[in-house]
């Protein structure tokens, strides 16, 4: 079957660091987003990763290693305005999305 | 950049009713829309896939008959919860994809969603 990891929920300080990590086993590969979402309101676009490597974007940096079925995501110089859900979705060999299930994060002043 | 819109951003309706949800591309077209619903605390589920001009693809236990799709234009896909119940209630966010970039575009622009409350 087709999953997506990644932890349900992080804790980080204001002006910190912080990684999340999602690994995934999916039917192809067709490249990885990651998506923020505020509570109750839709998805937005982060990144978008097709090849091994890091793309700088920003505060906000995503890391894909195919061969190791990973990827993170890095945010620098958290604000407050960064809490939110982060979710990691692989698009399939069919082009589809497949959702993990959001890590919650919470930056703490 | 691209803007997917969704009408009405909530609704409250009586056990029974049936409710229709709208979801534009407001500056492209989109050959391609999805419908998603979200539980709260839980990631997003594709319920189906809307092809302009053609019958949805329903995902693995979701009712054709009881979500209705129709996709009659290259900007607008509605999504029709018929006879809804308690259980029905959700958060249905729906996504298009800009097929104008060479038809190969990857991006999926998400509509602000629709909070759905079934009494």
């Known amino acids: 079957g087709q999953n997506i990891d990644q932890p349900t929920e992080m804790t980080a300080t204001e002006g910190a660091i912080v990684q999340i990590n999602c690994t995934y086993q999916?039917?192809?590969?067709?490249?990885l987003f990651w998506y923020q979402q505020h509570a109750g309101e839709a998805p937005t676009f982060l990144s978008y990763?097709?090849l091994d490597g890091l793309e700088e974007k920003g505060r906000f940096s995503s890391f894909l290693s195919r061969s190791k079925g990973y990827s993170y995501l890095l945010l620098k110089e958290l604000q407050m305005k960064d809490s939110a859900s982060y979710l990691c979705?692989?698009?399939?060999?069919?082009?589809?999305?497949?959702w993990g299930a959001g890590t919650k994060l919470i930056i703490k002043p | 950049g691209a803007v997917v819109s969704q009408h009405p951003s909530w609704v409250i309706c009586k056990s029974g009713t049936s409710v229709k949800i709208e979801c534009r591309s407001l500056?492209?077209?989109?050959?391609?829309m999805f419908w998603y619903r979200q539980f709260p605390k839980q990631s997003l589920m594709l319920m189906a896939t809307?092809?302009?001009?053609?019958?949805?693809?329903?995902e693995q236990g979701v009712e054709k008959d009881k979500f209705l799709i129709n996709h009659a234009s290259l900007t607008l896909s509605t999504l029709t919860v018929t006879s809804a119940h308690p259980e029905d209630s959700s958060f249905y966010i729906c996504?298009?994809?800009?097929?104008?970039?060479?038809?190969?575009?990857?991006?999926?622009?998400f509509g602000p969603g629709t909070r759905l409350t079934v009494l």
């Open positions: 996504s298009a994809r800009d097929m104008g970039k060479g038809g190969s575009s990857i991006e999926q622009f």
């Open positions: 500056d492209f077209q989109a050959t391609t």
């Open positions: 809307s092809n302009e001009g053609s019958k949805a693809t329903y």
């Open positions: 999916t039917s192809g590969f067709n490249g």
């Open positions: 990763n097709v």
């Open positions: 979705a692989v698009l399939d060999s069919n082009y589809q999305l497949i």
